[in-house]
Every structure is written in structure tokens, then in C-alpha cells.
């Protein structure tokens, strides 16, 4: 208990200085190193909220919950189909405002895979054997990314962002017997690239203040 009070104590006035925001946006997503199984990019969402510390100074924060649909599509000698995998992002990244309107951002993430799961034709059929694939994929996935963020007026943000993973997508899958392994798995180590385009509105903080004054 005395460590929580402790913790909202050191907390509390960088949260009453910082922007609550809302964000969503549109995700490009791909796998890296799966030439063998074709993979090709996927299209999905993300949306989320996150505090921040706003264009006030040169250096600041950004911290961000995400839930990001992901994945990516494939096809093989035996069958196409897509791979779905949905996140909760957690990014940390610290800002760099080169003016009140641009804003440059850097920093890591760690993901938690919720759910996954596979669409596969085969063979021309709609037949799907992947009923249960979590087993083959590593629950927290973290990397970096960077980019850049514009705020024309008010709360107003529109940016892009890109992600990269260092941590394997799938467990470790030495022990399995070759034919037990879906053909959706590529034959070495793959990993997460993911492209960010998002809007988004601040409330609050130090913008807020700022424009009081103007």
C-alpha cells in the first residue's frame, strides 16, 4: 500500500500536466523473412488512448495503449489463406517538437498477442484445419519504432508511424515433427513490421493552457 502512495505521489503532476488523448488509425502489416510461404501485406486497425506531454518544450513523452488488428496473408503450393492476429500495444516513446506543429517520436513498445487466428483455402476448398493456432505463437512480441506526428490547430493530430519487431513471431517449434507443422509458418524466424497512419484529438494539459493564453 505505502509503495501505490508513493507511486501516485511521484505520478500526479506530470499527469495533471499532460494531454489525455484519444487515437485510431489504419494498419499495413507484413511479416519479415517468410519468402517461402509468399507472405504479403494485410491491412487493419488500431485505436487506443494515451497521455502525453504535449508541444509545450522540446522534449517530451508519449505514452500509448493500443489495441492493433494485424497479421499477415500467405500462399503456398497447397493453400492460400491470412493469418490474423490481434495486440494490446503498450508504446513508450519520447517526443521531439521541431515546432508547436511538428512532432518527431522515438522509442520502444511491447505487444501482448490476444487472439489469433487463420483463414486458409485449400486446394480450391474452404476447408480450414487452424481452429486453435495460439499454441504456435509467442504471447509478448516488443520492439521500436519512430515517426512523425503533425498538429495543425487545437487538439487536432494526424501522423504515421512504423513499428518493428525484434522478437520471433512464432514459439519455438524445433521439437514438432515436420508434417505437423502448418504451411502457414515460414521456414526460419519471422517478426512483426507493421506502418501506422492515424488521426487523433488531445484534451487538457499543456496545449489547453497555451491556448488560453492566445
Not at 489463406?81 to 503498450?90: E, R
Request: hydrophobic share 40%.
Amino acid at each position: 500500500m505505502k509503495k501505490i502512495i508513493i507511486f501516485l505521489f511521484i505520478a500526479c503532476p506530470y499527469v495533471l500536466v499532460a494531454q489525455i488523448g484519444i487515437k485510431a488509425g489504419i494498419n499495413f502489416a507484413n511479416v519479415t523473412n517468410a519468402s517461402s510461404i509468399n507472405a504479403s501485406s494485410q491491412s487493419g486497425f488500431h485505436a487506443g488512448v494515451f497521455m502525453s506531454s504535449g508541444t509545450k518544450g522540446i522534449m517530451g513523452f508519449r505514452t500509448e495503449l493500443l489495441y492493433s488488428k494485424q497479421g499477415y496473408n500467405y500462399k503456398t503450393s497447397t493453400n492460400t489463406g491470412n493469418v490474423n492476429l490481434n495486440y494490446i500495444m503498450l508504446p513508450q516513446m519520447m517526443a521531439i517538437n521541431i515546432t508547436k506543429f511538428i512532432q518527431l517520436q522515438l522509442g520502444g513498445q511491447i505487444a501482448f498477442l490476444m487472439n489469433a487466428t487463420v483463414d486458409s483455402a485449400t486446394n480450391g476448398t474452404s476447408a480450414n484445419p487452424y481452429e486453435d493456432v495460439m499454441s504456435y505463437y509467442n504471447k509478448i512480441d516488443f520492439g521500436y519504432g519512430g515517426g512523425v506526428e503533425f498538429h495543425p490547430f487545437k487538439g487536432l493530430l494526424i501522423g504515421a508511424r512504423v513499428n518493428i519487431s525484434l522478437g520471433n513471431l512464432y514459439a519455438d517449434l524445433g521439437t514438432t515433427p515436420p508434417g505437423d507443422i502448418p504451411s502457414f509458418i515460414p521456414d526460419i524466424d519471422v517478426k512483426n513490421n507493421l506502418f501506422q497512419v492515424f488521426a487523433g484529438w488531445t484534451f487538457g494539459g499543456s496545449q489547453s493552457k497555451k491556448q488560453k493564453g492566445q
